[in-house]
């Protein structure tokens, strides 16, 4: 090796980040070569001279930092009252409906994410997409932050995610689409503990056996967000209230939940109410590709 191919490597064997074969092929040309050495010896100088330049970063430097990483949060007014939007420079991390103080959300917002929050001003298009939801309206994308929570919450909220606008499906629907099917109720513990409400809508998910069913803040809000969406509530609870639970079309041979896109385009005279999916596959019925309605096994 001559001095052109020692030279970058200088740092290297000082450090000894090389291969053994390399670094005794530098020691060799070393013996012979005072140039190089002298190469080396400037190397090991600045090295120790930079020890001593490392200076602390101002504290307003470090303060700035912390308040743009930070979690924020800040309230709008809508219909329902007072919505505090958590959030960091990820996207939405908790909304709360609440009439409570800043003190109080902040507590809240620590016991549920193990972090203090500080005021802030959420971007325009996080408030619009909680205005938006709550208006029955389907809210533009936005991101949703879930860091913390156990990978099954993070598979439910997903698939919750999907369900449209204006359409509601069981409990049972959606552990099926977890990928649990048996954890009916852990799937209900998952909504009762959704930090994110309206955009990640557990407003649209009800009873297998029909109905509206409960809500954190109150079947009667529940009743109202999905009117909004174009959902006739007291159909479904007098469907509920008459064993019905799919809608099937006599013109195409599918069966849907009630609510779905398809089953809603079905005209009255072509309807056809089943209690259960074995009574619908029973009279040749198959289920929607858009639904996706639960079928009993055989």
Known sequence: MDC???????????????????RRSIADHLKECPACRKELEMLERLTKTAKHL??????????????????????TETD????????????????RLSS??????????????????????????YVEAVRMALEGRKPHSVPIVLDGLADFE?????????????????????????????????VGTVM???????????????PSTGGVGNYGYGSQMKRELLEREGVAVKTLEAMAHSHI????????????????????????ENQVAFATSGEAKAKGYRPCRHCRPLVEAG
Request: include cysteine.
């Open 100 to 125: 409570e103080d800043a003190d109080a959300f902040e507590t809240h917002y620590q016991h549920r994410l193990g972090r203090r929050p500080v005021p802030g001003t959420a971007p325009d298009r």
């Open 192 to 206: 009762a503990r959704n930090p994110v409400p309206f955009l990640l809508p557990c407003h649209r998910v009800v």
């Open 154 to 186: 993070r598979i439910v909220l997903d698939h919750l995610a999907r369900i449209p606008v204006g359409e509601v499906r069981p409990y049972a629907w959606l552990a099926r689409e977890a990928g649990r099917p048996s954890a009916v109720r852990a």
């Open 245 to 268: 639970r799919f809608t099937g079309s006599r013109t195409t041979g599918i069966f849907c939940y009630p609510t779905c896109r398809h089953a809603r385009r079905i005209g009255w």
């Open 54 to 75: 490392s200076v602390p970063a101002p504290s307003r430097i470090a303060e700035q930092v912390r308040v743009a990483t930070a979690d924020r949060y800040s309230v």
């Open 4 to 22: 052109r191919e020692i030279v970058p490597h200088l740092d290297g064997y000082r450090t000894g980040e090389m291969l053994p074969t390399i």
């Open 80 to 95: 329902f009252g007072r919505v505090w939007i958590g959030f960091t420079p990820k996207g939405i991390t908790l909304l």
